[in-house]
T-cell receptor, first 113, second 112 residues
């Protein structure tokens, strides 16, 4: 399996809802990433997990809470989001070597009402 | 932190012509430079990458050059085809598990 999968594909939520985004890979990658991408903009790094431990948090608001339950899974828990959080959320993974070829999932299109 | 500038922001070429996209980076410690292609509504996909110990790399119609002294790298696409139309992002990284900083993107349109 050479793909990163993400669920759901689309998500609409209210500002008081709690929801989770899921990401899975079976390539044996030990680094996993969450990105946020707004329309016509580059992906913007949110979090990096290395060997299931959070290694980088790019000063993301606490209403986004990442979780890496095992080496294949990455979750992003969402709570009390704002309309400006509406975006495409991309998950990526990479191997444990010197360089950083990242494989992206198809993304979750999130709309916050 | 790293800053990656990318030019041009839009590029239109006739089918069969070449396209060149240029990027500069600020952090001399960056050692890995991938290029991603993103079609509308799709995920970014790696099309080519180059490591800091290499000056040039080619894969069929696509080539990338790196000038470490000038902190400059470029993507060259020859014999462009309509299916090359997409947004292209350059990026820079200091290695595995590190932040990948993306350029602002170039929207390439290949006119049949």
């Amino acid at each position: 399996d050479t793909e990163v999968t993400q669920t759901p594909k689309h998500l609409v939520m209210g500002m008081t809802n709690k929801k989770s985004l899921k990401c899975e890979q079976h390539m044996g990658h030990r680094a996993m990433y969450w990105y946020k991408q707004k329309a016509k903009k580059p992906p913007e790094l949110m979090f990096v997990y290395s060997y299931e431990k959070l290694s980088i948090n790019e000063s993301v608001p606490s209403r986004f809470s990442p979780e890496c339950p095992n080496s294949s899974l990455l979750n992003l828990h969402l709570h009390a989001l704002q309309p400006e959080d509406s975006a495409l959320y991309l998950c990526a993974s990479s191997q444990a070597d010197t360089y950083n070829e990242q494989f992206f999932g198809p993304g979750t299109r999130l709309t916050v009402l | 932190g790293e800053n990656v500038e990318q030019h041009p922001s839009t590029l239109s070429v006739q089918e069969g012509d070449s396209a060149v996209i240029k990027c500069t980076y600020s952090d001399s410690a960056s050692n890995y430079f991938p290029w991603y292609k993103q079609e509308l509504g799709k995920r970014p996909q790696l099309i080519i990458d180059i490591r800091s110990n290499v000056g040039e790399k080619k894969d069929q119609r696509i080539a990338v050059t790196l000038n470490k002294t000038a902190k400059h790298f470029s993507l060259h696409i020859t014999e462009t085809q309509p299916e090359d139309s997409a947004v292209y992002f350059c990026a820079a990284s200091k290695g595995s598990y590190q932040k990948v900083t993306f350029g602002t993107g170039t929207k390439l349109q290949v006119i049949p």
